[in-house]
């Protein structure tokens, strides 16, 4: 007994290793050369922000330890003190300026992930102003994504910018990483494995016991599922909604399951003169309100939820999920579903008979998302709507549907990285132009929105803000703008013993992880 | 012989070239990889901006003619979702892919062969029909349903194996090496058996059909008449015939087996070219796919060209004949 127990000791203090799967590979070790959020999550451990989110997603200081506004598009940062690079240089104004100058280059595609900072100026030893185009009430939901480099790092290996693909470049920052993060880099191999180690040095009081991490990705979900039920990993996401149960009846391995950010819509062409596959000629039923709210209460959500879902999404009335700062609790209320009421609808509007649409999904992109499609068309064939599903993988429909070649298509949206309802409204509830409404293919558009949108993007006081967010998210309601399904559920397979906060935006944070 | 050569190559060339525009043009409709690359706070300007400065602006006969050019060179580009050069990635991936393929060749003769050949010396024997039997689902069992069985029980329900990768790996210059650490070779076990399946069951089908056929031809009779023993007549001279038109058809296998490694290095996360190829497709990683495809239409334009001459050599009448057929 008591030699059982002491090996057991040994082998926890010997080393702490946390073997973690996830779908695809991270893509570089470059945190400006991508703006996907997998990749930007797990180099969070490596590399640090200015200011980041805690496990409840509220901002918290990190390499900044307070901020203010010096003039409406001026903001003054006072860095932390002590912080040194995983390679023992100490952080400095210097290094956040050569960083935030590295993140708005042309050539990074980081950039549009702070698309109001223009520059960036060291005013001290330790403070830094950042310089914006415009006033910006969401400058720190941006630099949440923006970690910090050592200037003189990226000095001595040529890294002072960003790759430019065309050239064929490649950067040293790309296989490399030098941060002020909990852990530091051990070895990298592409598809394969890479390892971290603890950073003793780290500047911030650990709340994990970790001593190393092993990456690996494993994009089979069958596969994934095996190495976690065979013990080769402690922690894996997603994990596959079909192998949900299996899992947790297996001893020893359980599922973390909660909402996500991610709310899945159905997006409509609101601006053709006549549909792409349609019976009805001449003319566009879907820019008719209330072809688009029967087509809204003709989809049972509560059957979706409990038969294709299995009981782990949130339906939603709106287009952004409760932790997204602007959603207000008293407009989530979704128009009941009832089919006649549809009937109805169509009917009033001149389709007594339906008509034919097409319906474009992914199936490789979002949960069961070519499932949920499938429900919804034979739902949608009660009210006289024939709807007419090509389900296909990401590439192609993201392809087919910004090109603004579909009729009804679906699309998701977690508001991230900005975190904000602000990501929405830009993102497909604009009127397109430039650079607003680039994910609003069916051309809705409502003046008041437009104008709403104006006044937010510059309005600092936070409290008048929230209330223009609201009214846009209530318009956009009323007007069935898009149709909001659900926040699909985010599910990570975790072996017993091992504790993490599971935060909605689906980004492990492991300095918070704890194994015994 | 040479002139023979020439035109080899020349065709040869053409093939290449051929597999080169019609991948490319597939590509079209693989989807677009901008979608993929940038963020969904990207305007539709800077989307322009990416899409020009990757050159998919540019109409699809300047696309290809600048692949193949640089091609030629060796340079593939940067690949768009690792951000490395193409040339780099499927190096790295080669060793992975070849000692897997290499393990299942190992296999699936060790196995084969004795199988085949028991079943062809004993062909009413019980042990014969349970190889039959076995061969049978061997042919039919899609491969991926053998993989993911081999993992439910050596993985998951024994804790023999590991499920996934390559283990711990020894690099001896640029070649990493699963073969020299336990884990490693830990690793190769599953999926070389599930690689290698599909092959035991062709070489023990076609060992034994040969080694019967051999076995009725009048030189056996005449050793068996001479009074060579059992063993002699057997594997001295029955299997050795045998053998000439096998190792002829698994040599042309191997071409196969490494381009359809792609299915077990998916199952079993094996980092190899197939599974860079996969990942690739998925993220409309058009300089991958390219690459790859012409690298496997390489390997089997190379095996074909060896196949080719080697018959030339063994058979002086294919000279023959051609040199009648020109005179014509």
């Known amino acids: 007994m008591t030699v059982t127990l002491g090996l057991g000791a040994a082998m926890a203090s010997q080393a702490n290793t946390l073997r973690m799967a996830e779908a695809s590979d991270i893509a570089s070790l470059d945190p400006y050369s991508v703006t996907e959020s997998n990749t930007l999550g797990f180099l969070h451990h490596i590399y640090e922000p200015l200011v980041r989110y805690s496990a409840d997603l509220q901002l918290e200081p990190a390499l900044a330890t307070s901020w203010k506004l010096v003039e409406p598009n001026v903001w003054r940062f006072e860095l932390r003190e002590g912080v040194s690079f995983h390679n023992g240089n100490s952080l400095s104004a210097d290094d956040v300026v050569a960083s935030i100058k590295r993140a708005i280059d042309p050539n990074a595609p980081i950039r549009v992930n702070v698309p109001t900072v223009v520059d960036a100026r060291k005013v001290g030893e330790l403070s830094v102003e950042i310089v914006l185009s415009t006033a910006d009430p969401l400058l720190l939901n941006y630099l949440t994504t923006v970690y910090i480099f050592d200037k003189e790092w990226m000095t001595e290996n040529n890294a002072l910018q960003a790759i430019d693909l065309r050239k064929g470049e490649e950067s040293y920052a790309t296989t490399h990483a030098n941060g002020t993060g909990p852990f530091t880099l051990e070895s990298r191999q592409p598809d394969a494995k890479t390892v971290l180690a603890v950073n003793p040095k780290w500047w911030d009081t650990p709340q994990h016991n970790l001593t190393r991490i092993e990456f690996t990705p494993i994009s089979s979900d069958a596969t994934r599922v095996a190495a976690l039920l065979s013990g080769e990993i402690d922690l894996m996401y997603p994990a596959p909604l079909q192998d949900v149960n299996r899992i947790n009846a297996t001893a020893g391995v359980k599922v973390l399951q909660a909402p996500s950010l991610r709310t899945i819509m159905f997006g409509m062409n609101q601006r053709d003169d006549q549909l792409h596959?349609?019976?009805?000629?001449?003319?566009?039923?879907?820019?008719?309100?209330?072809?688009?709210?029967?087509?809204?209460?003709?989809?049972?959500?509560e059957l979706i939820q409990k038969k294709v879902m299995r009981g782990n999404s949130r339906n939603s009335a709106l287009v952004v999920a409760p932790e997204v700062p602007g959603y207000d609790a008293a407009l989530n209320q979704r128009f009941p579903f009832d089919p006649e009421a549809a009937k109805a609808l169509l009917a009033d509007a001149g389709y007594p008979n339906g008509f034919r649409v097409g319906l474009d999904c992914t199936n490789d992109r979002y949960v069961n998302d070519e499932e949920i499609c499938q429900a919804v068309v034979s739902m949608w064939a009660r009210v006289g709507i024939k709807a007419n599903l090509t389900?296909?993988?990401?590439?192609?429909?993201?392809?087919?549907?910004?090109?603004?070649?579909?009729?009804?298509?679906?699309?998701?949206?977690?508001?991230?990285?900005?975190l904000d309802t602000f990501s929405a409204l830009a993102g497909f509830l604009a009127t397109p132009a430039d650079k607003l409404g680039t994910w609003n293919p069916g051309g809705y558009s409502n003046a008041r929105i437009d104008s709403l949108i104006d006044q937010i993007s510059g309005e600092l006081d936070e409290p008048k803000r929230r209330a223009m967010l609201a009214e846009t998210l209530e318009i956009a309601r009323d007007e069935v703008a898009v149709i909001p399904l659900h926040q699909q559920p985010l599910s990570w397979g975790i072996r017993e013993g091992i504790t993490l906060p599971q935060t909605p935006d689906d980004t492990p944070r492991l300095w918070y992880t704890k194994v015994n | 012989m040479l002139s023979f050569l020439i035109r080899r190559l020349g065709q040869s060339l053409l093939v290449m070239l051929a597999v080169a525009l019609l991948a490319f043009s597939m590509f079209r409709f693989v989807g677009d990889p901008v979608t993929n690359m940038i963020s969904q706070d990207a305007s539709v300007e800077e989307?322009?901006?990416?899409?020009?400065?990757?050159?998919?602006?540019?109409?699809?006969?300047?696309?290809?003619?600048?692949?193949?050019?640089?091609?030629?060179?060796?340079?593939?580009?940067?690949?768009?979702?690792?951000?490395?050069?193409?040339?780099?990635?499927?190096?790295?991936?080669?060793?992975?892919?070849?000692?897997?393929?290499?393990?299942?060749?190992?296999?699936?003769?060790?196995?084969?062969?004795?199988?085949?050949v028991y079943s062809a010396l004993k062909p009413h024997s019980w042990l014969s029909h349970v190889f039959q039997t076995l061969s049978l689902i061997g042919i039919s069992l899609p491969t991926f349903v053998t993989g993911i069985l081999l993992i439910l029980t050596f993985s998951v329900t024994l804790n023999w194996l590991p499920s996934f990768g390559r283990g711990e790996v020894v690099n001896i210059g640029w070649w990493s090496t699963g073969l020299l650490t336990i884990s490693g070779l830990k690793s190769l076990i599953l999926p070389g058996i599930m690689l290698g399946l599909f092959q035991v069951t062709l070489i023990m089908r076609l060992v034994r059909a040969e080694m019967m056929e051999v076995l009725r031809t009048d030189y056996i009779r005449f050793a068996r008449a001479r009074g060579l023993s059992n063993r002699a007549v057997n594997f001295g001279h029955a299997l050795k015939n045998t053998l000439m038109p096998v190792i002829t058809i698994i040599g042309l296998q191997l071409g196969a087996m490494i381009a359809f490694a792609i299915i077990t290095e998916t199952v079993f996360?094996?980092?190899?070219?197939?599974?860079?190829?996969?990942?690739?497709?998925?993220?409309?990683?058009?300089?991958?796919?390219?690459?790859?495809?012409?690298?496997?239409?390489?390997?089997f334009v190379v095996i074909n060209m060896i196949v080719d001459m080697l018959y030339f050599m063994l058979d002086p009448r294919l000279c023959a004949d051609r040199g009648t057929a020109n005179s014509h």
Do not use: C
């Open chain 2, 47 to 116: 989307r322009e901006q990416l899409r020009d400065s990757l050159g998919l602006s540019e109409p699809l006969y300047v696309q290809f003619s600048t692949f193949v050019v640089q091609a030629a060179q060796g340079d593939f580009g940067i690949s768009y979702r690792n951000q490395r050069p193409v040339s780099d990635l499927i190096a790295e991936r080669m060793p992975a892919t070849l000692e897997l393929v290499a393990v299942a060749f190992v296999i699936s003769l060790l196995v084969g062969v004795p199988m085949g």
């Open chain 2, 269 to 299: 996360q094996w980092p190899g070219m197939g599974f860079l190829f996969i990942q690739a497709v998925s993220f409309v990683d058009i300089p991958v796919m390219s690459a790859y495809l012409l690298l496997v239409s390489l390997i």
């Open chain 1, 277 to 301: 596959d349609s019976d009805i000629k001449g003319k566009n039923p879907l820019k008719d309100v209330r072809v688009r709210k029967a087509l809204y209460q003709a989809i049972n959500m």
């Open chain 1, 391 to 418: 389900a296909q993988s990401k590439g192609n429909h993201f392809q087919k549907m910004l090109g603004g070649g579909s009729d009804i298509y679906m699309f998701g949206w977690a508001t991230l990285p900005m």
